[in-house]
């Protein structure tokens, strides 16, 4: 019971960081990415760095869209400022699409979390030739299994790379749809 008051109170707190609903239709994604939503997602003002979004289903610590919008060559996906010893990797315009999934796995397992890469292959992704990924990740806060999916590319030397994670218990199979219609409808803009 005591985990469940743990996600109910981060839901909560969640809440509290600025949420707003987007959608259905046309939204526009940090001034460089359109897509078109077939529903509402709930957007919380807690972006990673200023070309980051994060979205929700079903609240934070069960589900999540992150958008890494316009990535440029020598930028990082976050900063890490309390860890010194341990900073993502800065993006590289000539990174191929496994370094930049392991340029994700070092994000994704800043905070001690386990990550596991599942599959990588080519993929169409916003008009053009992109790559799709799927991994896991086992939470070390929470110890929650997680299920993963991402889609990215390179475009005019900036990285654009969206990554949906949920709950593998149920809430990844509920929603992963909803995220590949998403992805289906992605438009770079400019």
Known sequence: ?????LLLL??????????????PGEVTVR?????????????????????????TLDGLPLDRLVFFVGIADGEALAELGQRKDRQI???RAGMQAHEVVEMYEVFATH???S???LKL???????????????????????LDMRGIGYG????????????????????????????????SVRIRG
């Open 153 to 184: 590319a390179i475009r005019a030397g900036k990285l654009y790379l969206l990554i949906f994670e949920a709950a593998s218990s149920h809430y990844y199979a509920r929603n992963v749809g909803r995220f590949e219609a998403v992805v289906q």
């Open 31 to 55: 001034d460089s990415l359109a897509v078109t939503l077939d529903g509402a997602w709930n957007q919380y003002a807690i972006g990673l760095t200023r070309k980051s979004e994060v979205w």
């Open 115 to 117: 990550f596991q890469r």
């Open 121 to 143: 292959a080519p993929a169409p992704f916003a008009g053009g030739d992109g790559f799709r990924f799927e991994f896991s990740r086992v939470r070390k806060g929470d110890e």
């Open 1 to 5: 019971m005591s985990r469940w008051l």
């Open 10 to 23: 981060l839901t909560l707190l969640a809440g509290c960081a600025g949420m707003a609903k987007v959608g």
């Open 89 to 91: 990797p800065k993006f």
């Open 111 to 113: 905070d001690g979390s």
